[in-house]
């Protein structure tokens, strides 16, 4: 992570007395499934402690009279588009749940510090949506759901790991702030505890809720200060910024400082050709990682894996390369693994190629510190929260190098080093708030959805503390950020936690039901790629 391609990737008793109901006047210990979707229905039927503009009469939010100040700030493009796209948080704690001390935590730093966190979407007089204040009760935000007890008994992992599962099937109450608190307060094999941190794209991308959640952290070694974070490089400007050479450097390097600007401007030509492309006619060829069935609402599995980051930056010192090429690398290594095993394809010499979508965080590399002192100094307000993402089509190579496991890496430092030299991710940011505002919100979601179908998987990759947290008094044990919502069967997303690099995935249920096999082709590439270097 401490490297320049960091700005390409940067991109997250046992129980207590006090119980949400399932369904109003029932108890939660025998909520089936069923009962929890008439909890939901349950739950948008009761009046609304909301606390808006006067409505207009027509349906809107606002009155005429009410300026721009008291309509709340406009719902950014990229906002819109991310409609039905949800991020989830596995967060494993070393101790029970201890729920007085969550939920004041939670009303002191989350919901104070990030004002979309007290918000909802309100389309106003105009027509166009807005983030307006409201009242926000915990009891709606905060769920403590009592699982079947002998599921849980029986193989507790997996008890955690199917209610997740449920909560990409389950709609959110757009009628409140978008963002909940799942408390599974049983131990795992790998926690005490386990808190599913749900909350709607919209309210912000990776960065932004990473950002959020080190400013609602501390030390555990000591409680009194932030957590550390790993070093960044900073910046010295934008990449058609590049100072000319003096005049004593001689011709050459001024040939080569003008030789950047033609490679920079044909690679930024080919990869635009590429997404419009992609957009209209050019799609991946059919692989068992596409998938097969487009219908929306599929169940999604969130599942992860822990993998040694102490191993990752071996590989990476080994071959003078980056974290994010060594985990591209192994991404390219478990895939072809997975493939080849089961599919039975014998031929060794077959490549495939499929490309990705990976996301790119355009905030400073810088900017992660700074908006934890603004927030810790009383200055979130200055802080700019929402989605400032961007996204390149990357290459994937599906192929079998046992031969030489490093073959992996080399590929992945060079499609990423050819990236680099390109506005790819400037223009797809630009292109998408462009795309919006002219054609409107059906149409740019079925232009991105019909881009992101065309093409295979999404990555991303986020950094995080390099020492252990304590979040509202719990010591956290792992961090394990996922989403679902992408008209894909596969997502991959890596976050550092200590001295750890956890693979997290969002598969599509019905097409990986190995998805477990699939975690450990990741943990056997790395071995194999480490072995090598």
Request: overall charge neutral; proline content about 6%; aromatic content about 10%.
């Given at each position: 992570m401490q490297n320049s391609t960091s700005a390409l990737f940067s991109y997250i008793s046992r129980y207590h007395t006090h119980r949400v109901s399932c369904v109003e006047g029932k108890p939660i210990e025998n909520c089936t499934s069923a009962g929890m979707d008439m909890a939901a229905a349950t739950l948008r039927k009761r009046p609304l402690s909301?606390?808006?503009a006067v409505s207009n009469g027509n349906g809107n939010g606002f009155g005429a009279g009410h300026g721009a100040q008291e309509q709340g700030e406009p719902v950014s493009p990229s906002a819109r588009l991310l409609e039905d796209f949800y991020i989830v948080v596995v967060i494993g704690i070393a101790t029970p749940v201890n729920l007085p001390a969550a939920r004041a935590g939670i009303e002191a730093q989350l919901i104070r510090y990030h004002p979309r966190f007290r918000s909802i979407q309100v389309k106003d007089a105009s027509g166009n949506m807005r983030w307006v204040p409201t009242t926000v009760d915990l009891d709606y935000h905060i769920i403590y759901p009592s699982l079947d007890d002998v599921a849980v008994a029986r193989d507790p992992d997996r008890?955690?790991?199917?209610?997740?599962?449920?909560?990409?099937?389950?709609?959110?109450?757009?009628?409140?702030?978008?963002?909940?608190?799942?408390?599974?307060?049983?131990?795992?094999?790998?926690?005490?505890?386990?808190?599913?941190?749900?909350?709607?794209?919209?309210l912000g991308d990776g960065m932004s809720l990473l950002t959020l959640l080190?400013?609602?952290?501390?030390?555990?070694?000591?409680?009194a200060r932030l957590p550390a974070?790993?070093?960044?490089?900073?910046?010295?400007?934008?990449?058609?910024?590049?100072?000319?050479?003096?005049?004593?450097?001689?011709?050459?390097?001024?040939?080569?400082?003008?030789?950047?600007?033609?490679?920079?401007?044909?690679?930024?030509?080919?990869?635009?050709?590429?997404?419009f492309a992609t957009i209209l006619f050019l799609r991946d060829p059919r692989t068992l990682f596409k998938r097969a069935n487009q219908e929306p609402g599929q169940k999604k599995r969130l599942v992860h894996r822990a993998l040694s980051l102490d191993d990752v930056n071996f590989v990476k010192n080994a071959m003078n390369c980056t974290v994010n090429d060594v985990l591209v690398?192994?991404?390219?290594?478990?895939?072809?693994?997975?493939?080849?095993?089961?599919?039975?394809?014998?031929?060794?010499?077959?490549?495939?190629?499929?490309?990705?979508?990976?996301?790119?965080?355009?905030?400073?590399?810088?900017?992660?510190?700074?908006?934890?002192?603004?927030?810790e100094s009383g200055k979130e307000s200055d802080v700019k929260w929402g989605n400032e993402l961007g996204f390149i089509i990357l290459p994937f190579h599906i192929g079998l190098h046992d031969d030489d496991p490093l073959q992996y890496v080399r590929k992945a430092k060079k499609i990423v080093d050819r990236k680099k030299s390109s506005l790819e991710?400037?223009?797809?940011?630009?292109?998408?708030?462009?795309?919006?505002?002219?054609?409107?919100?059906?149409?740019?979601?079925?232009?991105?959805?019909?881009?992101?179908?065309?093409?295979?998987?999404?990555?991303?990759?986020?950094?995080?503390?390099v020492e252990q947290v304590e979040f509202c008094g719990h010591p956290v044990v792992f961090i394990a950020p996922s989403g679902y919502g992408p008209p894909e069967a596969l997502t991959v997303n890596f976050q550092s936690y200590v001295n750890t690099m956890m693979v997290n995935l969002a598969v599509d249920e019905a097409q990986?039901?190995?998805?477990?096999?699939?975690?450990?082709?990741?943990?056997?590439?790395?071995?194999?790629?480490?072995?090598?270097?």
């Open positions: 909301v606390h808006t008890a955690v790991e199917d209610y997740v599962a449920t909560l990409s099937t389950r709609p959110m109450d757009k009628s409140r702030p978008l963002w909940e608190f799942h408390m599974l307060d049983f131990p795992t094999s790998e926690a005490a505890a386990t808190t599913a941190f749900r909350v709607h794209h919209s080190m400013a609602c952290t501390r030390s555990a070694a000591d409680p974070m790993p070093s960044l490089p900073t910046r010295t400007g934008a990449i058609w910024e590049r100072p000319r050479p003096p005049a004593s450097a001689g011709a050459v390097a001024l040939a080569a400082w003008v030789w950047s600007f033609v490679l920079l401007a044909w690679h930024t030509v080919v990869d635009v050709a590429s997404f690398g192994v991404t390219y290594a478990a895939l072809s693994r997975y493939y080849f095993r089961k599919t039975g394809d014998a031929d060794t010499s077959k490549e495939i190629r499929v490309r990705s979508i990976l996301l790119v965080n355009l905030r400073p590399t810088t900017s992660l510190q700074a908006c934890v002192n603004l927030i991710v400037v223009f797809t940011h630009l292109a998408s708030e462009v795309i919006l505002k002219i054609f409107g919100l059906k149409a740019a979601g079925a232009i991105f959805h019909r881009m992101i179908s065309h093409t295979t998987i999404s990555i991303s990759n986020m950094i995080g503390p990986f039901p190995d998805s477990h096999e699939l975690l450990d082709d990741f943990v056997e590439s790395l071995r194999l790629i480490r072995g090598s270097a």
